[in-house]
């Protein structure tokens, strides 16, 4: 669950003041061809990549990073859960502005909102993520207010839909495959990435199921940590009630490591 993650895309311009506040990030990037899925725009799961870039570029500003917190204060950031609404996926080499910011601080945890706008100023994407500070040494969560972190003055939230409870009754039948995590999946944390859990849950559909289907909306919950050699079983179920609402469910043995859930334009 720990947030780490490798910086990809072509960096053009840098503010820290923005929309009248200091506490909101603004960058101008390009879409490169590492942030792009089959379908020749931005990916979903490259999505939240570029969100995380974004947040772990904006805490760098504010002097609370995860570097700073583990010289400075023996701890680290844990995000927890992060949810998307789409409104365009830009497309390959379009160039947008990406605006990052705390919106509270509850103590023991902060949300943070990304927008990402078009060169009209347009809404592309919008998300909130939920994140805590853990102790490095005993992995036990610390008060945010007793850290450099902002109190105070937050800019007005651009997106604060509440996050949701999902199932947790999957059945044999909405198994879909179970993959061994390699390698290439494990972050600094010796743990597998954030993202590669996206990854892994949205191949539950076929890449010509994506290519002919618009996802809209994207909640996921990380759960708990899984380490390479491990097996990971996938499920999926739809919603009952709602059409075009897909559950995903991960687990390790017996463990919920990772669960989500996507909307799927009608």
Not at 80 to 106: G, Y
Not at 224 to 237: F, R, T
Not at 243 to 263: A, L, M, N, P
Request: hydrophobic content about 35%; overall charge negative; glycine content about 2%.
């Amino acid at each position: 669950m720990e947030f780490s993650l490798i910086f990809h895309v072509f960096q053009k311009k840098i503010t820290i003041t923005s929309m009248n506040n200091s506490l909101i990030f603004e960058t101008e990037r390009e879409i490169s061809s590492a942030f792009i899925d089959s379908s020749v725009k931005m990916g979903v799961a490259q999505s939240v990549l570029l969100v995380q870039d974004n947040l772990t570029e904006s805490f760098n500003a504010m002097d609370c990073d995860g570097v700073i917190y583990r010289e400075k204060f023996n701890a680290f950031w844990v995000f927890t859960k992060t949810k998307v609404h789409f409104e365009r996926r830009p497309d390959w080499r379009e160039s947008i502005t990406a605006r990052t910011f705390p919106i509270d601080n509850l103590g023991m945890r902060t949300h943070v909102n990304t927008q990402f706008v078009d060169k009209n100023g347009k809404t592309l994407l919008v998300a909130n993520q939920e994140a805590c500070v853990l102790s490095l040494e005993n992995h036990r969560p610390l008060k945010i207010t007793n850290l450099p972190y902002p109190k105070e003055n937050f800019p007005e939230a651009v997106y604060n839909e509440p996050f949701e409870r999902f199932p947790s009754d999957f059945s044999d039948d909405e198994f879909v495959f179970e993959q061994q995590i390699r390698s290439s999946q494990i972050d600094m944390s010796h743990h597998m990435n954030n993202i590669e859990y996206i990854k892994l849950a949205l191949c539950v559909f076929s890449d010509d199921f994506l290519q002919s289907h618009e996802i809209t909306d994207l909640e996921v919950h990380y759960t708990g940590e899984s380490k390479e050699g491990q097996i990971l079983k996938v499920y999926k179920k739809e919603d009952p009630e709602v059409h075009g609402k897909i559950y995903i469910h991960i687990k390790e043995s017996d463990r919920c490591v990772f669960e989500c859930c996507v909307k799927i334009k009608d």
